[in-house]
């Protein structure tokens, strides 16, 4: 047994309501046929059915308007013809018997445990009987499914008002990291992989050592001003493997080693991924960094997460021709984009900050 | 630890009684001067003399029924019946007394019996000496059955079969006595009454017995060889079957192949199958399929003999059919 359901008469529909239909119960219908008219915005439009059969009930009255994927209409397969009932009216027609799911005991063992309802699962087994991995597959979509479109409406958001109510200006500044890569292979060259620390972590740490240093970037928006705020907490941009970001923040990183801001940020991407982190953790960054360098990105303008009033942006480290004491040398360089909040700061007190971020950047060992 | 043939291995297991216990005598066709139909006993009765080594006339039921008395009487038999096609003949002295004395007498008497036979076949001799039918006698209360499949357990389960106060049969597949294993002719008895994971897997459980086990392992290799990783459960014990063991394995993998040299109808294949249904029903992923013999009388024609019998091809497209596409 088929259902027809209401189509998708378009990438924008939502609903759509049934004017007319061409085709009543009793009636064969071949793949094709034209069996109902819907009226979209778009206008009225001839729908066709993709079943083989004979039409069996239909479960919605003419002029209702419904939701995509509402089933319309029950089809019997040719098979069960000798089936089909006296047509009754629409309106008093009794919901169509569940037809018979296929699923292996396994499948619907694990179904149940997950809290998958199987009728509803897609089975890719033998005839289509769904098994286990099917409703692993379905358990997964439904639990990862909402998370991105909220998280998705909550970036959205965020970034609306911030491009809407934050008057952004962008300094940049190109720097040769060569000293500050070789003080960090020196650093690794004696450790286990697992201890090593990436390049990533003396930037989180420079941008913390230079909010504490320029105070004024480090602050909450409270509607009138931005008092700078007394500790530094740097809120760490994490793509999500399911789509999105976040952007949880690390307690008080200027306090910490190079060492301690990689056991951070390790422990929050770790967290992130696996939607682990608290409320907490989401809403207390008092400055941003973003990093796109591992996507290849070598310049990176960011928007500026409210109430903050500043964040930071990484981009790959790539070697260029450098100029060093009057002699060009290829020198691994990055460029670092500043957004911040001119309702806060001007380009001068910016451009301090960023220079810190430099000093800290080309002398990791800087007290 | 050495290098032996399965029928060493069986010999080995039969000179050790034999030394160990002077109750322990041999009987049946030709294990004294012809040294047993597949030479299981050569040389024991020039080692163990006449008296031990006896030379049965051909009446299974006769000397099967013998056998049952000596037991009775205190003494050890070790029976050998040339195939299980001719041990038909004793089913009455093993069903109607070995089996059930026990019971009948309330304990008062029991029927310390090992009886041997060779199953199976892929050596062209016919119908009538190439069936597999232990799952006749698996089929008995009172009786215990062991299908030893490695040259270790030819040895280790003709052991503890000796050591069982009850009557044991063993079914010996008879392309195996010439084929070579290790042999650990002085370690204690592994336990025959349990299944033993052959190889294991993550994808699928072979579970298998008797001359099917080294077919299962070639399948599982080439299956390896496509990604599919098999898990080989080797039955070992066919009364009683170890439920637990076939339990756990197909709960690691949820799919499960039964290879079995007799006919399908009604044979041991269905009496796992039908285990899962009952106690692992809901680790089930996939059907249960089994690969058993064609149900013909085994043919003659070396090619039609070889159409007839489970086959590593054979396993291999059943492993993938309850994969159904999956790896």
Same mark, same amino acid.
């Given at each position: 047994m088929g259902e027809f359901r209401m189509p998708s008469l378009g990438a924008d529909m939502a609903a759509g309501t049934l004017v007319a239909w061409r085709k009543q119960p009793g009636d064969v219908v071949h793949r094709g046929d034209i069996i109902a008219e819907v009226e979209t915005d778009k206008g009225v439009i001839e729908v066709e059915v993709f079943d083989e059969g004979v039409v069996e009930t239909l479960l919605v009255a003419v002029n209702a308007k419904v939701p995509v994927g509402t089933p319309l209409a029950s089809i019997a397969s040719a098979g069960s013809i000798a089936a089909v009932p006296s047509a009754p009216s629409p309106v008093q027609a009794p919901p169509p018997a569940a037809a018979r799911v296929h699923a292996t005991p396994l499948a619907r063992t694990v179904a149940k445990a997950l809290g998958v309802d199987v009728t509803k699962v897609h089975g890719t087994g033998d005839g289509g009987v769904i098994v286990r991995a099917d409703v692993d597959r379905a358990a997964a979509e439904v639990t990862s499914t909402p998370r991105p479109d909220r998280m998705r409406q909550a970036i959205a958001a965020a970034m609306t008002r911030s491009k809407r109510e934050i008057p952004h200006f962008y300094l940049a500044h190109t720097v040769d990291l060569g000293p500050a890569l070789t003080w960090l292979s020196a650093r690794n060259e004696a450790r286990s992989v697992t201890d090593r620390v990436l390049p990533g972590a003396l930037f989180v740490r420079a941008v913390a050592r230079a909010a504490r240093a320029v105070p004024e970037l480090n602050a909450h928006w409270t509607g009138e001003s931005a008092p700078p705020l007394p500790y530094v907490h740097v809120g760490v941009a994490v793509a999500l493997r399911g789509g999105g970001l976040v952007a949880p923040a690390i307690h008080d990183t200027d306090t910490l080693d190079v060492d301690g801001v990689m056991r951070a940020m390790a422990d929050l991407v770790d967290r992130a991924r696996g939607l682990k982190l608290t409320a907490t953790e989401m809403g207390e960054a008092t400055i941003t960094v973003t990093s796109l360098g591992d996507r290849g990105v070598e310049v990176n303008v960011p928007v500026i997460v409210p109430p903050q009033v500043a964040i930071v942006g990484f981009g790959k480290v790539v070697d260029r021709p450098w100029v060093v004491a009057g002699v060009v040398v290829p020198r691994p360089v990055v460029t670092i984009s500043l957004a911040a909040d001119h309702r806060v700061t001007d380009g001068h007190r910016a451009g301090r900050f960023l220079a810190s971020v430099v000093a800290f950047l080309e002398d990791p060992e800087k007290p | 630890m050495r290098r032996?043939?399965?029928? =060493?291995?069986? @010999?080995?297991?039969?000179?050790?009684? +034999?030394?160990?216990?002077? @109750?322990?005598?041999?009987?049946? &066709?030709?294990?004294?001067? $012809?040294? !047993?139909?597949?030479?299981c006993s050569a040389g024991l009765l020039e080692e163990f003399g006449p008296e031990r080594v006896r030379d049965a006339p051909l009446a299974e039921n006769g000397f099967v029924g013998a056998a049952i008395g000596a037991a009775m009487g205190g003494l050890r038999p070790i029976v050998e019946i040339m195939t299980v096609n001719f041990a038909l003949l004793a089913l009455d002295q093993l069903v109607n007394n070995a089996a059930t004395l026990r019971h009948m007498t309330a304990g008062q008497v029991s029927v310390p019996l090992v009886v041997r036979m060779a199953t199976g076949a892929g050596r062209q001799?016919?119908?009538?000496?190439?069936?597999?039918?232990?799952?006749?006698?698996?089929?008995?209360? !009172?009786?215990?059955?062991?299908?030893?499949?490695?040259?270790?357990?030819?040895?280790?389960?003709?052991?503890?079969?000796?050591?069982?106060?009850?009557?044991?049969?063993?079914?010996?597949?008879?392309?195996? $006595?010439?084929? =070579?294993g290790d042999l650990d002719e002085d370690a204690p008895p592994v336990s025959p009454w349990h299944a033993i994971v052959r190889r294991p897997g993550r994808d699928a459980s072979i579970i298998t017995h008797g001359g099917s086990l080294s077919k299962s392992l070639v399948a599982a290799e080439l299956l390896a060889k496509e990604g599919i990783e098999v898990e080989v459960l080797d039955l070992r014990c066919l009364r009683p079957l170890d439920v637990d063991a076939i339990v756990a394995t197909v709960t690691r993998t949820h799919r499960a192949v039964l290879v079995d040299e007799s006919w399908k109808t009604g044979g041991l294949a269905?009496?796992?199958?039908?285990? +899962?249904?009952?106690?692992?029903? $809901? &680790?089930?992923?996939?059907?249960?399929? @089994?690969?058993?013999?064609?149900?013909?009388?085994?043919? $003659?024609?070396?090619? +039609?003999?070889?159409?007839?019998?489970?086959?590593?091809?054979r396993i291999v497209d059943a492993v993938k059919g309850v994969l159904h596409g999956r790896i």
């Open positions: - | 032996a043939t399965y029928r =060493e291995g069986v @010999r080995t297991a039969l000179r050790d009684a +034999l030394r160990r216990d002077p @109750r322990v005598f041999l009987l049946g &066709e030709d294990v004294g001067r $012809y040294g !047993g139909a597949y030479a001799l016919g119908a009538q000496h190439s069936h597999s039918l232990e799952n006749w006698f698996a089929h008995v209360p !009172g009786l215990r059955v062991l299908a030893p499949a490695t040259v270790q357990d030819a040895r280790d389960m003709v052991l503890a079969a000796f050591d069982d106060p009850d009557p044991v049969v063993i079914v010996e597949n008879q392309v195996l $006595y010439p084929t =070579e269905a009496e796992v199958c039908a285990t +899962l249904v009952e106690r692992a029903f $809901y &680790e089930l992923d996939a059907p249960v399929a @089994r690969v058993c013999s064609v149900e013909v009388p085994v043919p $003659y024609a070396k090619h +039609l003999e070889d159409a007839a019998l489970p086959s590593p091809a």
